[in-house]
């Protein structure tokens, strides 16, 4: 699976960015599909997901009420809608996803075999 992700840039603090991955599958609502971010100097972190065998929607918490995951599998996308947007979420944003990942690990980097190439979102105070 080739994921593609776009939508990211600067924005000032209250603003709304949508994010999209495009994916090479047409069986992408088969898959676990998750949003990643890497801050400067952070390691890779979770922030949202949806779980293929129940269609269920996680988050981190310090996103929850301001993000919403979604897909449209006959356009093969997966969309992040980032609304309430605060410095701290400045990061780069990775798409990924996972045809194995169970739900106790789809908050964790590692279960996740495909990533997309990441895109920058940037939020001034």
């Known amino acids: 699976v080739q994921l593609q992700a776009s939508g990211g840039g600067a924005v000032r603090a209250g603003g709304s960015l949508r994010l999209s991955c495009a994916a090479s599958e047409r069986t992408l609502g088969s898959y676990t599909v998750g949003w990643f971010r890497e801050g400067p100097g952070r390691e890779r972190e979770f922030v949202a997901a949806l779980f293929r065998n129940t269609g269920r929607s996680y988050y981190r918490d310090s996103v929850k009420g301001r993000f919403t995951i979604s897909r449209d599998n006959a356009k093969n996308t997966v969309f992040l809608q980032m609304n309430s947007l605060t410095p701290e979420d400045t990061a780069v944003y990775y798409c990924?996803?996972?045809?194995?990942?169970?739900?106790?690990?789809?908050?964790?980097?590692?279960?996740?075999?495909?990533w997309g190439q990441g895109t920058q979102v940037t939020v001034s105070s």
């Open positions: 990924a996803a996972s045809g194995r990942a169970i739900l106790s690990s789809i908050s964790s980097r590692y279960a996740y075999e495909y």
